[in-house]
Protein backbone atom coordinates (compact mmCIF):
# COMPACT_ATOMS: atom_id res chain seq x y z
CA UNK A 1 0.00 0.00 0.00
CA UNK A 2 1.05 3.58 -1.01
CA UNK A 3 1.36 6.05 2.17
CA UNK A 4 0.56 9.76 1.44
CA UNK A 5 -1.10 12.20 3.45
CA UNK A 6 -4.41 13.15 2.67
CA UNK A 7 -8.41 12.06 2.97
CA UNK A 8 -11.32 10.19 2.28
CA UNK A 9 -14.76 8.88 1.59
CA UNK A 10 -17.76 6.72 0.63
CA UNK A 11 -21.39 6.39 -0.23
CA UNK A 12 -23.38 4.25 2.23
CA UNK A 13 -27.21 4.43 2.58
CA UNK A 14 -28.42 5.57 5.74
CA UNK A 15 -32.01 4.94 6.89
CA UNK A 16 -33.95 6.86 8.87
CA UNK A 17 -34.02 6.99 12.67
CA UNK A 18 -36.97 4.91 14.29
CA UNK A 19 -37.92 5.47 18.12
CA UNK A 20 -41.80 4.64 18.41
CA UNK A 21 -44.72 4.51 16.18
CA UNK A 22 -46.07 7.95 14.84
CA UNK A 23 -42.78 9.61 16.39
CA UNK A 24 -42.72 13.52 15.66
CA UNK A 25 -38.78 14.38 15.09
CA UNK A 26 -37.50 18.24 16.01
CA UNK A 27 -36.18 19.11 12.67
CA UNK A 28 -33.01 21.27 13.22
CA UNK A 29 -33.38 22.86 9.20
CA UNK A 30 -37.32 23.63 10.61
CA UNK A 31 -38.06 27.48 11.30
CA UNK A 32 -38.54 27.99 15.03
CA UNK A 33 -42.06 27.47 16.56
CA UNK A 34 -42.82 26.23 19.91
CA UNK A 35 -39.92 24.63 20.31
CA UNK A 36 -36.66 26.56 19.21
CA UNK A 37 -33.73 24.42 18.25
CA UNK A 38 -30.54 26.08 17.89
CA UNK A 39 -28.01 25.28 15.53
CA UNK A 40 -24.68 27.34 16.43
CA UNK A 41 -23.39 24.92 18.73
CA UNK A 42 -24.10 25.07 22.85
CA UNK A 43 -22.99 28.76 23.69
CA UNK A 44 -20.56 28.89 26.58
CA UNK A 45 -23.46 29.76 28.94
CA UNK A 46 -25.52 27.07 28.10
CA UNK A 47 -23.07 25.05 28.65
CA UNK A 48 -22.17 26.30 32.21
CA UNK A 49 -26.38 26.47 32.95
CA UNK A 50 -25.85 22.57 32.24
CA UNK A 51 -23.02 22.15 34.54
CA UNK A 52 -25.05 23.97 37.30
CA UNK A 53 -27.97 22.17 37.30
CA UNK A 54 -26.74 18.96 36.56
CA UNK A 55 -24.50 19.36 39.66
CA UNK A 56 -27.28 20.94 41.84
CA UNK A 57 -27.68 18.96 45.01
CA UNK A 58 -31.37 18.99 44.55
CA UNK A 59 -30.62 17.31 41.46
CA UNK A 60 -31.42 13.47 40.95
CA UNK A 61 -28.74 12.45 38.49
CA UNK A 62 -28.56 9.38 36.11
CA UNK A 63 -26.59 8.09 33.19
CA UNK A 64 -26.55 5.60 30.49
CA UNK A 65 -30.14 4.34 29.27
CA UNK A 66 -32.90 4.71 31.47
CA UNK A 67 -36.81 4.74 31.17
CA UNK A 68 -40.20 6.08 33.17
CA UNK A 69 -42.85 3.37 32.49
CA UNK A 70 -46.39 4.30 31.99
CA UNK A 71 -48.49 5.09 35.07
CA UNK A 72 -45.34 6.15 36.74
CA UNK A 73 -44.74 9.53 38.17
CA UNK A 74 -41.87 11.95 39.36
CA UNK A 75 -41.23 15.10 41.40
CA UNK A 76 -38.50 17.57 41.17
CA UNK A 77 -35.30 18.46 39.04
CA UNK A 78 -34.58 15.42 37.07
CA UNK A 79 -30.77 15.21 34.78
CA UNK A 80 -29.61 12.57 32.64
CA UNK A 81 -25.82 12.30 30.69
CA UNK A 82 -25.42 9.60 27.82
CA UNK A 83 -27.95 7.52 26.69
CA UNK A 84 -31.70 7.82 26.14
CA UNK A 85 -33.74 8.91 28.52
CA UNK A 86 -37.32 7.51 27.40
CA UNK A 87 -40.16 8.78 29.70
CA UNK A 88 -43.66 7.44 29.09
CA UNK A 89 -45.05 8.50 32.61
CA UNK A 90 -45.28 12.10 34.41
CA UNK A 91 -42.46 14.23 35.55
CA UNK A 92 -43.31 17.30 37.53
CA UNK A 93 -40.31 19.59 37.15
CA UNK A 94 -37.36 20.91 34.71
CA UNK A 95 -35.16 18.14 32.52
CA UNK A 96 -31.61 18.36 31.86
CA UNK A 97 -30.30 15.71 29.21
CA UNK A 98 -26.32 16.20 28.90
CA UNK A 99 -25.33 14.35 25.19
CA UNK A 100 -28.29 11.92 25.35
CA UNK A 101 -31.47 11.79 23.70
CA UNK A 102 -34.55 12.64 25.31
CA UNK A 103 -37.64 10.55 23.85
CA UNK A 104 -41.11 11.94 25.44
CA UNK A 105 -43.08 8.72 24.35
CA UNK A 106 -46.97 8.13 23.94
CA UNK A 107 -48.66 9.21 27.41
CA UNK A 108 -46.10 10.96 28.60
CA UNK A 109 -46.56 14.18 30.63
CA UNK A 110 -43.63 16.71 31.63
CA UNK A 111 -44.10 19.69 33.26
CA UNK A 112 -41.37 22.10 33.27
CA UNK A 113 -38.03 23.43 30.90
CA UNK A 114 -36.18 21.43 29.02
CA UNK A 115 -32.56 21.60 27.70
CA UNK A 116 -30.75 19.20 25.61
CA UNK A 117 -27.42 19.63 24.63
CA UNK A 118 -25.60 17.21 22.29
CA UNK A 119 -28.64 14.93 21.26
CA UNK A 120 -32.63 14.90 20.53
CA UNK A 121 -35.60 15.84 21.71
CA UNK A 122 -38.39 13.02 20.31
CA UNK A 123 -42.03 13.47 21.00
CA UNK A 124 -44.26 10.44 20.26
CA UNK A 125 -47.88 11.48 19.22
CA UNK A 126 -49.93 12.03 22.69
CA UNK A 127 -47.31 13.21 24.83
CA UNK A 128 -47.55 16.48 26.16
CA UNK A 129 -45.18 19.23 27.67
CA UNK A 130 -45.84 22.57 29.35
CA UNK A 131 -42.91 24.51 29.78
CA UNK A 132 -39.58 26.25 26.83
CA UNK A 133 -37.73 23.40 25.25
CA UNK A 134 -34.29 24.15 23.93
CA UNK A 135 -32.13 21.94 21.85
CA UNK A 136 -28.32 21.81 20.87
CA UNK A 137 -26.85 19.20 18.88
CA UNK A 138 -23.57 19.83 18.88
CA UNK A 139 -22.12 17.91 21.81
CA UNK A 140 -21.26 19.23 25.49
CA UNK A 141 -18.09 19.71 26.05
CA UNK A 142 -18.19 18.19 29.64
CA UNK A 143 -17.25 14.88 31.41
CA UNK A 144 -18.80 12.90 34.04
CA UNK A 145 -16.46 12.99 37.28
CA UNK A 146 -16.47 9.60 39.47
CA UNK A 147 -18.64 11.51 42.08
CA UNK A 148 -21.16 11.91 39.37
CA UNK A 149 -20.99 15.57 38.61
CA UNK A 150 -19.59 17.09 35.43
CA UNK A 151 -17.24 19.58 34.86
CA UNK A 152 -16.10 21.26 31.98
CA UNK A 153 -13.85 18.90 29.68
CA UNK A 154 -10.29 21.04 28.54
CA UNK A 155 -10.54 22.52 24.71
CA UNK A 156 -7.44 20.89 22.97
CA UNK A 157 -5.16 22.86 21.13
CA UNK A 158 -5.54 23.15 17.74
CA UNK A 159 -2.26 22.08 15.99
CA UNK A 160 -2.37 25.55 13.73
CA UNK A 161 -1.66 27.51 17.34
CA UNK A 162 1.40 24.97 18.77
CA UNK A 163 3.87 27.13 16.82
CA UNK A 164 2.04 30.50 17.08
CA UNK A 165 2.69 33.64 20.07
CA UNK A 166 0.94 36.40 20.74
CA UNK A 167 -0.19 39.19 22.73
CA UNK A 168 -2.85 41.83 22.98
CA UNK A 169 -3.07 45.34 24.75
CA UNK A 170 -4.50 48.79 24.86
CA UNK A 171 -3.51 52.10 24.23
CA UNK A 172 -6.39 54.54 24.34
CA UNK A 173 -9.38 53.24 21.72
CA UNK A 174 -6.67 51.33 19.56
CA UNK A 175 -5.97 47.24 20.41
CA UNK A 176 -2.40 46.03 19.51
CA UNK A 177 -1.42 42.46 18.89
CA UNK A 178 1.88 41.34 18.48
CA UNK A 179 1.84 38.23 16.54
CA UNK A 180 4.59 35.68 15.92
CA UNK A 181 4.33 32.12 14.08
CA UNK A 182 5.33 30.05 11.51
CA UNK A 183 3.35 30.59 8.32
CA UNK A 184 1.21 27.73 9.01
CA UNK A 185 3.49 25.52 6.16
CA UNK A 186 6.74 24.30 5.15
CA UNK A 187 7.49 23.60 1.52
CA UNK A 188 10.77 23.41 -0.89
CA UNK A 189 10.37 26.84 -1.62
CA UNK A 190 10.58 28.84 0.96
CA UNK A 191 11.27 25.82 3.61
CA UNK A 192 9.86 27.23 7.22
CA UNK A 193 8.27 30.93 6.62
CA UNK A 194 8.15 32.95 9.93
CA UNK A 195 5.35 35.28 10.32
CA UNK A 196 5.72 38.55 12.59
CA UNK A 197 4.39 41.87 12.91
CA UNK A 198 1.53 43.95 14.65
CA UNK A 199 -2.58 44.14 14.19
CA UNK A 200 -4.11 47.58 15.34
CA UNK A 201 -7.65 47.71 15.52
CA UNK A 202 -10.05 50.67 16.13
CA UNK A 203 -13.81 50.19 17.05
CA UNK A 204 -15.41 53.99 16.84
CA UNK A 205 -18.84 52.42 17.55
CA UNK A 206 -19.70 48.94 18.90
CA UNK A 207 -20.38 47.81 14.99
CA UNK A 208 -17.51 49.44 13.24
CA UNK A 209 -14.05 48.19 13.03
CA UNK A 210 -10.97 49.63 11.23
CA UNK A 211 -7.75 47.01 10.95
CA UNK A 212 -4.12 47.74 9.92
CA UNK A 213 -2.73 44.39 9.72
CA UNK A 214 1.35 44.51 8.55
CA UNK A 215 3.36 41.25 8.56
CA UNK A 216 6.82 40.25 7.63
CA UNK A 217 7.46 36.76 6.07
CA UNK A 218 11.41 35.67 6.58
CA UNK A 219 12.21 32.50 4.46
CA UNK A 220 14.60 30.19 5.89
CA UNK A 221 15.21 28.16 2.79
CA UNK A 222 18.45 29.95 1.67
CA UNK A 223 19.07 30.58 -2.11
CA UNK A 224 18.55 29.41 -5.03
CA UNK A 225 15.08 29.42 -5.42
CA UNK A 226 14.79 32.69 -7.37
CA UNK A 227 12.67 34.68 -5.00
CA UNK A 228 13.23 38.27 -5.28
CA UNK A 229 13.79 38.42 -1.51
CA UNK A 230 14.82 36.19 1.60
CA UNK A 231 12.36 39.03 3.27
CA UNK A 232 8.53 39.22 2.16
CA UNK A 233 5.64 41.07 3.35
CA UNK A 234 1.66 41.53 3.52
CA UNK A 235 -0.09 44.76 4.61
CA UNK A 236 -4.07 44.57 4.89
CA UNK A 237 -6.73 47.65 6.05
CA UNK A 238 -9.79 46.88 6.42
CA UNK A 239 -12.52 48.86 7.01
CA UNK A 240 -15.47 46.79 8.63
CA UNK A 241 -19.71 48.33 8.70
CA UNK A 242 -22.62 46.29 9.96
CA UNK A 243 -22.75 44.64 6.60
CA UNK A 244 -20.58 46.23 4.19
CA UNK A 245 -17.19 47.15 4.07
CA UNK A 246 -13.71 48.08 2.50
CA UNK A 247 -10.16 46.27 2.34
CA UNK A 248 -6.85 46.75 0.44
CA UNK A 249 -3.73 45.07 0.38
CA UNK A 250 0.08 45.09 -0.62
CA UNK A 251 1.84 41.66 -0.74
CA UNK A 252 5.33 39.55 -1.87
CA UNK A 253 4.40 36.41 -0.86
CA UNK A 254 4.71 33.09 -2.31
CA UNK A 255 0.94 30.96 -3.60
CA UNK A 256 0.35 27.43 -4.21
CA UNK A 257 -1.00 26.95 -7.77
CA UNK A 258 -3.72 24.11 -6.73
CA UNK A 259 -5.36 24.64 -2.84
CA UNK A 260 -5.28 20.57 -2.69
CA UNK A 261 -4.52 18.10 -3.03
CA UNK A 262 -3.88 19.07 1.05
CA UNK A 263 -4.19 21.96 2.98
CA UNK A 264 -1.12 23.74 3.81
CA UNK A 265 -0.48 22.82 7.52
CA UNK A 266 -1.03 18.96 6.21
CA UNK A 267 1.33 19.72 3.40
CA UNK A 268 3.77 21.57 5.39
CA UNK A 269 4.01 18.16 7.78
CA UNK A 270 4.05 15.78 4.74
CA UNK A 271 6.79 18.26 3.54
CA UNK A 272 8.48 18.34 6.89
CA UNK A 273 8.60 14.42 8.08
CA UNK A 274 8.47 12.96 4.49
CA UNK A 275 10.34 15.19 1.81
CA UNK A 276 6.85 15.25 -0.16
CA UNK A 277 5.97 18.32 -1.39
CA UNK A 278 2.55 18.11 -3.22
CA UNK A 279 1.73 21.87 -3.94
CA UNK A 280 3.67 24.15 -6.38
CA UNK A 281 4.30 27.71 -6.01
CA UNK A 282 5.18 31.03 -8.09
CA UNK A 283 6.00 34.33 -6.25
CA UNK A 284 3.19 37.25 -6.30
CA UNK A 285 4.11 40.95 -5.67
CA UNK A 286 1.40 43.43 -5.97
CA UNK A 287 -1.70 44.89 -4.31
CA UNK A 288 -5.36 45.42 -4.47
CA UNK A 289 -8.70 45.95 -3.16
CA UNK A 290 -12.11 44.76 -2.13
CA UNK A 291 -15.69 45.89 -0.96
CA UNK A 292 -18.12 43.19 -0.15
CA UNK A 293 -21.25 43.32 0.94
CA UNK A 294 -23.84 41.19 3.62
CA UNK A 295 -27.61 42.23 2.55
CA UNK A 296 -28.31 39.45 5.12
CA UNK A 297 -26.47 36.88 7.00
CA UNK A 298 -25.90 33.95 5.01
CA UNK A 299 -24.88 35.53 1.73
CA UNK A 300 -21.89 37.68 1.24
CA UNK A 301 -20.77 39.57 -2.00
CA UNK A 302 -17.28 40.47 -2.96
CA UNK A 303 -15.85 42.84 -5.79
CA UNK A 304 -12.08 43.24 -6.34
CA UNK A 305 -9.31 44.61 -8.32
CA UNK A 306 -5.59 43.41 -8.33
CA UNK A 307 -2.69 44.04 -10.26
CA UNK A 308 0.38 41.21 -10.17
CA UNK A 309 3.82 40.56 -10.74
CA UNK A 310 3.64 36.56 -11.23
CA UNK A 311 7.32 34.86 -11.33
CA UNK A 312 8.50 31.47 -11.35
CA UNK A 313 10.39 30.28 -8.55
CA UNK A 314 12.39 27.09 -7.95
CA UNK A 315 12.36 24.56 -5.71
CA UNK A 316 15.78 24.58 -2.96
CA UNK A 317 17.11 21.84 -0.61
CA UNK A 318 15.22 22.28 2.73
CA UNK A 319 16.13 20.02 5.37
CA UNK A 320 13.25 17.08 6.39
CA UNK A 321 13.59 15.03 9.15
CA UNK A 322 12.98 11.32 6.95
CA UNK A 323 14.41 10.90 3.49
CA UNK A 324 16.42 14.06 3.83
CA UNK A 325 19.28 12.22 0.95
CA UNK A 326 15.96 12.36 -1.82
CA UNK A 327 15.38 15.20 -3.95
CA UNK A 328 12.69 17.25 -4.31
CA UNK A 329 10.12 17.05 -6.68
CA UNK A 330 11.21 20.19 -9.22
CA UNK A 331 8.53 23.65 -8.81
CA UNK A 332 7.19 23.86 -12.47
CA UNK A 333 7.68 27.09 -14.16
CA UNK A 334 4.32 29.63 -14.52
CA UNK A 335 4.11 31.88 -17.69
CA UNK A 336 5.72 34.95 -15.96
CA UNK A 337 4.16 38.71 -16.18
CA UNK A 338 2.07 41.50 -15.03
CA UNK A 339 -1.47 40.50 -14.39
CA UNK A 340 -5.01 42.34 -14.30
CA UNK A 341 -7.44 41.07 -12.63
CA UNK A 342 -10.96 41.38 -12.07
CA UNK A 343 -12.79 39.09 -9.52
CA UNK A 344 -16.60 38.24 -8.41
CA UNK A 345 -17.10 36.06 -5.50
CA UNK A 346 -20.70 35.05 -3.96
CA UNK A 347 -20.64 32.95 -0.81
CA UNK A 348 -24.17 31.56 0.80
CA UNK A 349 -23.63 29.86 4.26
CA UNK A 350 -25.98 28.37 6.37
CA UNK A 351 -23.22 26.25 8.29
CA UNK A 352 -24.26 26.14 12.08
CA UNK A 353 -20.38 26.26 12.72
CA UNK A 354 -17.21 27.31 10.17
CA UNK A 355 -14.25 24.11 11.24
CA UNK A 356 -16.34 21.65 12.15
CA UNK A 357 -20.16 22.14 10.83
CA UNK A 358 -22.78 20.00 11.36
CA UNK A 359 -25.52 20.92 9.70
CA UNK A 360 -25.98 23.31 7.24
CA UNK A 361 -25.01 24.51 3.29
CA UNK A 362 -22.00 26.40 1.76
CA UNK A 363 -22.25 27.39 -1.55
CA UNK A 364 -19.33 29.46 -3.36
CA UNK A 365 -18.54 30.91 -6.60
CA UNK A 366 -15.37 32.78 -7.88
CA UNK A 367 -14.84 34.05 -11.25
CA UNK A 368 -11.95 35.99 -12.26
CA UNK A 369 -11.21 37.99 -15.28
CA UNK A 370 -7.41 38.59 -16.03
CA UNK A 371 -5.54 40.66 -18.55
CA UNK A 372 -1.89 40.45 -18.93
CA UNK A 373 0.33 42.80 -22.11
CA UNK A 374 4.00 40.69 -21.25
CA UNK A 375 3.24 37.51 -20.60
CA UNK A 376 6.14 35.01 -20.78
CA UNK A 377 4.59 31.72 -22.05
CA UNK A 378 5.86 28.40 -21.18
CA UNK A 379 5.82 26.24 -23.86
CA UNK A 380 3.07 23.59 -24.11
CA UNK A 381 2.18 21.01 -26.40
CA UNK A 382 -0.52 22.32 -29.07
CA UNK A 383 -2.78 19.87 -27.28
CA UNK A 384 -2.53 21.26 -23.85
CA UNK A 385 -2.34 24.72 -25.14
CA UNK A 386 -2.27 26.88 -28.61
CA UNK A 387 1.40 29.25 -28.22
CA UNK A 388 -0.70 32.66 -26.32
CA UNK A 389 -0.19 36.12 -28.35
CA UNK A 390 3.09 37.81 -25.85
CA UNK A 391 2.31 41.23 -28.05
CA UNK A 392 -0.34 42.05 -25.65
CA UNK A 393 -4.13 41.50 -25.18
CA UNK A 394 -3.20 37.80 -23.60
CA UNK A 395 -6.62 37.56 -21.28
CA UNK A 396 -9.26 34.48 -20.03
CA UNK A 397 -11.80 33.81 -17.52
CA UNK A 398 -11.80 31.52 -14.82
CA UNK A 399 -14.50 30.13 -12.63
CA UNK A 400 -14.93 28.07 -9.62
CA UNK A 401 -17.54 26.39 -8.17
CA UNK A 402 -18.01 24.65 -4.13
CA UNK A 403 -21.39 23.35 -2.87
CA UNK A 404 -21.20 21.59 0.61
CA UNK A 405 -24.71 20.24 2.67
CA UNK A 406 -24.01 18.84 5.93
CA UNK A 407 -27.17 17.16 7.15
CA UNK A 408 -27.05 15.62 10.68
CA UNK A 409 -29.76 12.16 10.85
CA UNK A 410 -28.87 11.32 14.50
CA UNK A 411 -26.71 12.99 17.32
CA UNK A 412 -23.91 10.80 16.12
CA UNK A 413 -25.06 9.79 12.51
CA UNK A 414 -23.79 12.37 9.75
CA UNK A 415 -23.98 12.91 5.87
CA UNK A 416 -22.03 15.45 4.09
CA UNK A 417 -21.86 15.93 0.31
CA UNK A 418 -19.28 18.13 -1.92
CA UNK A 419 -19.34 18.98 -5.63
CA UNK A 420 -16.93 21.04 -6.64
CA UNK A 421 -15.72 22.47 -10.34
CA UNK A 422 -12.69 24.64 -11.20
CA UNK A 423 -11.30 25.53 -14.58
CA UNK A 424 -10.97 27.60 -17.94
CA UNK A 425 -14.65 29.48 -19.17
CA UNK A 426 -13.61 31.86 -21.63
CA UNK A 427 -10.80 34.00 -23.68
CA UNK A 428 -7.64 32.82 -24.00
CA UNK A 429 -6.62 29.35 -22.57
CA UNK A 430 -4.80 29.62 -18.82
CA UNK A 431 -1.66 30.18 -17.87
CA UNK A 432 -0.08 27.70 -15.85
CA UNK A 433 0.05 28.75 -12.67
CA UNK A 434 -3.87 28.65 -12.97
CA UNK A 435 -4.49 25.12 -14.20
CA UNK A 436 -6.42 22.60 -12.70
CA UNK A 437 -5.87 18.45 -11.74
CA UNK A 438 -6.93 15.41 -10.14
CA UNK A 439 -5.37 12.53 -8.34
CA UNK A 440 -4.62 12.28 -4.37
CA UNK A 441 -5.41 12.85 -0.61
CA UNK A 442 -8.28 15.53 -0.54
CA UNK A 443 -10.11 15.25 -4.02
CA UNK A 444 -9.61 11.94 -5.52
CA UNK A 445 -7.79 9.27 -2.70
CA UNK A 446 -7.97 6.39 -4.15
CA UNK A 447 -5.68 7.40 -7.00
CA UNK A 448 -2.34 8.74 -6.87
CA UNK A 449 -0.59 12.58 -6.37
CA UNK A 450 -1.76 14.25 -9.89
CA UNK A 451 -2.88 10.82 -11.58
CA UNK A 452 -4.31 12.76 -14.05
CA UNK A 453 -2.80 16.23 -14.65
CA UNK A 454 -3.71 16.42 -18.94
CA UNK A 455 -0.22 15.82 -20.15
CA UNK A 456 -0.25 13.91 -23.98
CA UNK A 457 1.57 10.71 -24.76
CA UNK A 458 5.03 11.77 -24.60
CA UNK A 459 5.16 14.88 -22.70
CA UNK A 460 7.89 14.55 -20.07
CA UNK A 461 8.43 17.02 -17.23
CA UNK A 462 10.23 16.72 -13.82
CA UNK A 463 7.77 18.80 -12.03
CA UNK A 464 4.61 16.95 -13.07
CA UNK A 465 2.62 20.18 -13.80
CA UNK A 466 -1.11 20.53 -13.76
CA UNK A 467 -1.76 21.11 -17.39
CA UNK A 468 -6.09 20.69 -17.58
CA UNK A 469 -8.52 22.89 -18.30
CA UNK A 470 -10.92 22.12 -15.94
CA UNK A 471 -11.71 19.75 -13.34
CA UNK A 472 -14.96 18.25 -11.53
CA UNK A 473 -15.27 16.34 -8.55
CA UNK A 474 -18.14 14.76 -6.53
CA UNK A 475 -18.13 13.49 -2.52
CA UNK A 476 -20.39 11.78 -0.43
CA UNK A 477 -19.09 10.92 3.44
CA UNK A 478 -21.16 8.83 6.30
CA UNK A 479 -19.99 9.32 9.34
CA UNK A 480 -20.94 8.04 12.46
CA UNK A 481 -19.69 8.83 15.94
CA UNK A 482 -17.84 5.73 18.26
CA UNK A 483 -16.41 6.56 22.07
CA UNK A 484 -13.62 4.51 22.22
CA UNK A 485 -11.41 6.16 25.62
CA UNK A 486 -8.34 4.93 24.48
CA UNK A 487 -5.66 6.61 26.36
CA UNK A 488 -5.63 8.34 29.84
CA UNK A 489 -6.86 11.38 31.32
CA UNK A 490 -4.71 13.78 33.71
CA UNK A 491 -5.58 14.46 37.52
CA UNK A 492 -6.66 18.37 37.88
CA UNK A 493 -4.98 20.11 40.96
CA UNK A 494 -7.76 18.66 43.38
CA UNK A 495 -6.67 15.36 42.21
CA UNK A 496 -9.53 14.51 40.17
CA UNK A 497 -9.54 13.26 36.83
CA UNK A 498 -11.24 16.04 35.09
CA UNK A 499 -8.44 17.11 32.95
CA UNK A 500 -6.74 16.70 28.90
CA UNK A 501 -7.61 13.03 28.24
CA UNK A 502 -4.27 11.62 26.81
CA UNK A 503 -5.45 9.30 23.63
CA UNK A 504 -8.31 8.68 21.42
CA UNK A 505 -11.64 9.74 23.34
CA UNK A 506 -14.09 9.88 20.85
CA UNK A 507 -13.47 9.16 16.78
CA UNK A 508 -15.55 9.21 13.67
CA UNK A 509 -16.18 5.94 11.51
CA UNK A 510 -16.19 7.09 7.94
CA UNK A 511 -17.59 5.71 5.10
CA UNK A 512 -16.58 7.18 1.67
CA UNK A 513 -16.98 7.78 -1.71
CA UNK A 514 -15.49 10.37 -4.76
CA UNK A 515 -15.82 10.34 -8.42
CA UNK A 516 -14.50 12.91 -10.78
CA UNK A 517 -12.47 14.06 -13.99
CA UNK A 518 -10.44 16.71 -15.28
CA UNK A 519 -9.63 17.41 -19.02
CA UNK A 520 -9.03 19.29 -21.68
CA UNK A 521 -11.46 21.67 -23.74
CA UNK A 522 -12.08 21.57 -27.42
CA UNK A 523 -12.34 19.18 -30.24
CA UNK A 524 -8.91 17.63 -30.60
CA UNK A 525 -7.74 14.10 -29.61
CA UNK A 526 -8.31 13.07 -25.86
CA UNK A 527 -10.31 16.69 -25.78
CA UNK A 528 -14.02 17.42 -24.05
CA UNK A 529 -15.87 20.04 -26.71
CA UNK A 530 -16.12 23.42 -24.65
CA UNK A 531 -19.74 23.34 -24.03
CA UNK A 532 -20.05 19.67 -22.39
CA UNK A 533 -19.14 18.52 -19.22
CA UNK A 534 -17.65 14.41 -20.06
CA UNK A 535 -20.39 11.98 -19.39
CA UNK A 536 -20.13 10.10 -15.97
CA UNK A 537 -18.78 6.92 -17.07
CA UNK A 538 -15.66 8.87 -18.19
CA UNK A 539 -15.09 9.93 -14.47
CA UNK A 540 -13.03 7.71 -11.92
CA UNK A 541 -14.57 6.57 -9.00
CA UNK A 542 -12.82 5.41 -5.56
CA UNK A 543 -14.34 4.35 -2.16
CA UNK A 544 -12.96 3.81 1.52
CA UNK A 545 -13.35 3.53 4.78
CA UNK A 546 -11.43 5.65 8.29
CA UNK A 547 -11.37 6.72 11.45
CA UNK A 548 -11.28 10.01 12.32
CA UNK A 549 -10.60 10.98 15.75
CA UNK A 550 -10.61 15.56 15.28
CA UNK A 551 -6.60 15.90 15.54
CA UNK A 552 -5.87 12.77 12.91
CA UNK A 553 -7.82 10.48 10.67
CA UNK A 554 -6.80 7.24 9.28
CA UNK A 555 -8.12 6.35 6.23
CA UNK A 556 -7.68 3.23 3.56
CA UNK A 557 -9.14 3.90 0.09
CA UNK A 558 -9.11 2.10 -3.78
CA UNK A 559 -10.00 3.39 -7.28
CA UNK A 560 -12.23 1.42 -8.55
CA UNK A 561 -10.25 1.22 -11.83
CA UNK A 562 -8.60 -1.72 -12.56
CA UNK A 563 -4.58 -2.33 -10.94
CA UNK A 564 -5.50 0.34 -8.33
CA UNK A 565 -3.95 -0.65 -5.27
CA UNK A 566 -5.52 0.05 -1.88
CA UNK A 567 -3.98 3.53 -0.12
CA UNK A 568 -3.53 4.39 3.36
CA UNK A 569 -4.20 7.79 4.02
CA UNK A 570 -3.20 9.71 7.12
CA UNK A 571 -5.41 13.11 7.42
CA UNK A 572 -4.45 16.14 9.88
CA UNK A 573 -8.13 17.86 9.47
CA UNK A 574 -11.16 17.02 8.23
CA UNK A 575 -10.87 17.52 4.71
CA UNK A 576 -14.56 19.42 4.30
Not at 498 to 505: D, K, M, Y
Request: hydrophobic share 40%.
Amino acid sequence: MRVLVGGLFLLLGASALRAQDSVIVIDPDAPPADSAVVRGGPPPGVVAELIAFFNDSTTTRMAGDVSFPPGSAFQGKLAQYRGSLRVAGRVDGPIAVANGTLYLLPGAEVNGEILVVGGRLIRGAGARHDGPERVFWDAAPVIRLPGGTLALRERRRPLGELAAARTTFQTGKVRTTLFLATGGTYNRVEGLPIIFGPQFELRPTARTVARLDLRGILRTAGGGSGLTSDFGYTTRAELRLPTVGITGRMYSEVDPIEDQPLSASENGWSAFLLQRDYRDYFERIGGGGAVWAEPWRPLRLELSLRRDHERSVHATDPWSLLRNSDRWRRNPLIDDGHYFTTGFQVDFDTRNRRDLPGTGWLFRAQFEHSTSDDISPVALPEQVRPAPSTGGGYAFDRLALDLRRYSRLTPSLRVNTRLKADGWVGGDRLPVQRRVSLGGPDLLPGYDFRGFTCAPRGFADASDPALCDRMIAAQVEVRTRLGLNLGYRLRDREGSPSGRFIGIEEADLVFLADAGKAWLAGSGPSQVPVNRIPSFDEWKVDVGVGLDAGEIGVYLAKGLSQGEPVRLLVRLQRRF
